[in-house]
Every structure is written in structure tokens, then in C-alpha cells.
T-cell receptor, first 114, second 110 residues
């Protein structure tokens, strides 16, 4: 069974631009959650989607948004990029809602903002 | 905010030795999970221990949970070079958000 797939793996953007990252969960998984990892802040929860609905949202500004499609694939978007948005963005999927269940991570998307 | 906090921040041991990492958390939990991350890669789930469990084994891994002390430990026995990675504990907070510790960087010297 294929794992969680994230695209693109690496990208460089300029301040003020916007970016869209994509995540394909493990087949059959209905929950997709997103995390940001930086050297300074560590791993931080962004949001979780379950059956196309945002179930939970972390403490990030409104520039960070996401959505989930009917096939459970998810995208996250960051608008008006800032230098501090440079990070590894990780997507994870689980069979049911994430809390209480094992979540499986993709390899991440490395975003560099210059 | 970080719920789980690991110590030590870094650990360097010889291959074959045992490695112990500790994690402390702040609020009551339903379960605690440990993950491994190889440099710049995604996280790999290692083990989940529920609040009503005190110890759990998986291969060379042993996890303990002490809910009275709000702490957990991960023991890797007979370490191998391939165990070199960062290890994170994570718990769900009251808002069902997975909160991560800062991680322990483990280096296994051949």
C-alpha cells in the first residue's frame, strides 16, 4: 500500500508570493493533518481535515489555509509568504480522526522563502 | 506551545549500548506516542502507549508511561547505526491537537 505522498518535495518562493502544497493520504484514510517544522519552533500543528471538513486548527494566522477533497487528498495554501514561513511542512494521514489513532507521515515539503 | 519535552536534547552512544530518552508532558492524556525522524525526512511512528498502560514493547523498543509523574521514557536496546535519528514524543491536548516535544537527537557511534 502506498504511503502518504507530498508534492512538491522542495520549493523556493519569494516573499509576498503564495504557495500550495499537496498531500495524498494512504488509501482509505479519511483524516489528513498538517504540521510545520522549524528549527526554532519545532513541530507545530497547523490543521486537520476529516471527510472534507476542517476538524481542528492550530494557532497560525489566516494566511495559512487548507482544504480536503472528496478523495481525501488535501492541499494547504500559504499566502503572502514571509521569511519565517521557511520550514518543512509535513502531512499525515490516519484512518479515522487523528486523535487516538496512529498517524502516518509523508516525507514533507521543504519550503524556502527568500 | 509544547506539551511534551524530551531530555536529553542530544545523546551520543556507542553502537550496541542502550539509549534512554525521557519525555514529560503537562496535561492529562489519553495516549502518548513516540516518533523517529531521520534528518530532514518525515516522521515514522514507533509506538503508542495508552494512559491505562504502564509499559509497552516493540522489538528493541520499550516505552514506559508514568501518568502520576506525567512522564514517559523510550528505551532502545542494543543500538545500531541505523537508529541515529531524532526522537519525538507527542500527546493530544484538550483541543485534540497533537503537541510535540522538542526531540532528542540520538547519535550512534560505530
Amino acid at each position: 500500500k502506498a504511503g502518504v505522498t507530498q508534492t512538491p518535495r522542495y520549493l523556493i518562493k519569494t516573499r509576498g508570493q503564495q504557495v500550495t502544497l499537496s498531500c495524498s493520504p494512504i488509501s482509505g484514510h479519511r483524516s489528513v493533518s498538517w504540521y510545520q517544522q522549524t528549527p526554532g519552533q519545532g513541530l507545530q500543528f497547523l490543521f486537520e481535515y476529516f471527510s472534507e471538513t476542517q476538524r481542528n486548527k492550530g494557532n497560525f494566522p489566516g494566511r495559512f489555509s487548507g482544504r480536503q477533497f472528496s478523495n481525501s487528498r488535501s492541499e494547504m495554501n500559504v499566502s503572502t509568504l514571509e521569511l519565517g514561513d521557511s520550514a518543512l511542512y509535513l502531512c499525515a494521514s490516519s484512518l479515522e480522526a487523528a486523535s487516538g489513532n496512529t498517524i502516518y507521515f509523508g516525507e514533507g515539503s521543504w519550503l524556502t522563502v527568500v | 506551545s509544547q506539551q511534551g519535552e524530551e531530555d536529553p536534547q542530544a545523546l551520543s552512544i556507542q553502537e550496541g549500548e542502550n539509549a534512554t530518552m525521557n519525555c514529560s508532558y503537562k496535561t492529562s492524556i489519553n495516549n502518548l506516542q513516540w516518533y523517529r525522524q531521520n534528518s530532514g525526512r518525515g516522521l515514522v511512528h514507533l509506538i503508542l502507549i495508552r494512559s491505562n498502560e504502564r509499559e509497552k514493547h516493540s522489538g528493541r523498543l520499550r516505552v514506559t508511561l508514568d501518568t502520576s509523574k506525567k512522564s514517559s521514557s523510550l528505551l532502545i536496546t542494543a543500538s545500531r547505526a541505523a537508529d541515529t535519528a531524532s526522537y519525538f514524543c507527542a500527546t493530544y491536548d484538550s483541543n485534540y491537537q497533537l503537541i510535540w516535544g522538542a526531540g532528542t537527537k540520538l547519535i550512534i557511534k560505530p
